[in-house]
């Protein structure tokens, strides 16, 4: 899919996230997508914590469960993985990211607001299917799904969401994330993070799955294994850079919130060929710590503190406002939406923490 992007004033615009991208063909046996370039800026005025890394984002794309959006073929009876074209096209640009939505087999729920591929999937899996239309952009719909290793498809999306994150040479152009719940849940990443750090135990999840896995793949030449470092920063850091966060999340610097995870592991000795000795280390840390306080030991909860809401708090010149939102309310006349609900009441920001962005316009037009 080629997309067109009208992103009037996007060098200037101080967005305190990425332009988020999900593909019109998605989860379809032709999801393949290709991008044109725009160059990032950024201007929040927030400190950045000193690291190594530098946290200012170098990407103004962001494309969502990558995964889904990288399949080949004309059809399902001649699917097959598409990631190899997508990962050239983003190794030779600067301005994508994208988060894999790779699947890990197992227990699933669909959760999408495409009501009639919701229906699809209902009539190929025969599961329990729920769809809904209220006052939404879209309808709704919700499906239990299991990802089996016997599957032809299931098995070559299971190699597309490795081969994503495998063969983008750059790991902070990559997040690893199971598009939670819809690929797969978040309480398989440990089995996850051990397939990106060990080959064997790739083979031998394949040997396990139906032959298109490697026939309709790559991942069986793939002899990348991603270091412990590169781990951290494709779940730790690029995360919190990509959403505009590295001034306080995803490093260990002054200023951090002090959320660590704390693993027995010693990377000197580390054997990726050992897996189930890996998985289960990964699956248990010795000290889970959010905001400097023990919350879990060894897979025991020991308290349970408050979050916090993160939201942005972007200046906008009051004229300007007042002329986007006389437009922005005669155009809600014809929306599936109420301009007075469509946004997010005060009353769900427990704990709010602002996130302030953007310069007054006169500072921005200046640059």
Request: some cysteine; charged content about 25%; glycine content about 8%.
């Amino acid at each position: 899919m080629d997309e067109a992007f009208a992103a009037v004033g996007l060098d200037k615009a101080s967005l305190a996230e990425r332009l988020r991208i999900e593909t019109e063909t998605l989860s379809r046996g032709d999801s393949l997508m290709s991008t044109s370039g725009m160059e990032p800026q950024n201007k929040s005025l927030l400190e950045w914590g000193e690291t190594k890394e530098s946290a200012r984002r170098r990407q103004t794309v962001y494309l969502a469960h990558a995964q889904f959006s990288a399949y080949g073929g004309t059809s399902w009876r001649d699917f097959c993985s598409g990631a190899a074209d997508l990962a050239k096209y983003i190794n030779m640009v600067d301005d994508v990211v994208i988060d894999s939505g790779s699947v890990p087999f197992g227990p699933a729920t669909t959760m999408t607001g495409d009501g009639p591929a919701q229906h699809d999937l209902y009539m190929i899996t025969g599961q329990k299917w729920s769809n809904t239309d209220v006052e939404l952009e879209c309808g709704s719909g919700v499906l239990p799904l299991v990802y089996m290793k016997s599957s032809p498809v299931h098995s070559v999306q299971w190699a597309i969401g490795l081969e994503v994150m495998l063969l983008i040479d750059d790991p902070w152009k990559t997040i690893m994330t199971t598009d939670h719940p819809n690929g797969g849940i978040f309480t398989q990443y440990p089995l996850l993070l051990t397939w990106l750090m060990s080959r064997k135990a790739r083979d031998d999840t394949a040997k396990e799955c139906h032959k298109w896995a490697y026939d309709k793949s790559s991942l069986g030449g793939v002899d990348r294994e991603l270091s412990l470092y590169e781990m951290a920063i494709v779940t730790r850091a690029n995360p919190a850079r990509t959403i505009g966060m590295a001034y306080r999340k995803g490093h260990l610097g002054a200023g951090a919130d002090g959320d660590v995870t704390i693993y027995d592991i010693d990377p000197a000795s580390l054997n990726p060929n050992d897996t189930a000795a890996l998985t289960s280390r990964l699956a248990r840390p010795d000290y889970t710590i959010k905001d400097g306080r023990i919350v879990a030991r060894q897979g025991e909860i020991v308290s349970v503190p408050e979050g916090r809401r993160f939201y942005c708090q972007p200046y906008v010149d009051e004229d300007l406002e007042k002329d986007m939102l006389k437009d922005v309310k005669d155009w809600f006349k014809y929306y599936t939406v109420g301009f007075a609900n469509y946004p997010v009441p005060d009353k769900y920001l427990k704990n709010p923490v602002a996130i302030p962005v953007n310069q007054p316009l006169e500072a921005v037009m200046r640059r």
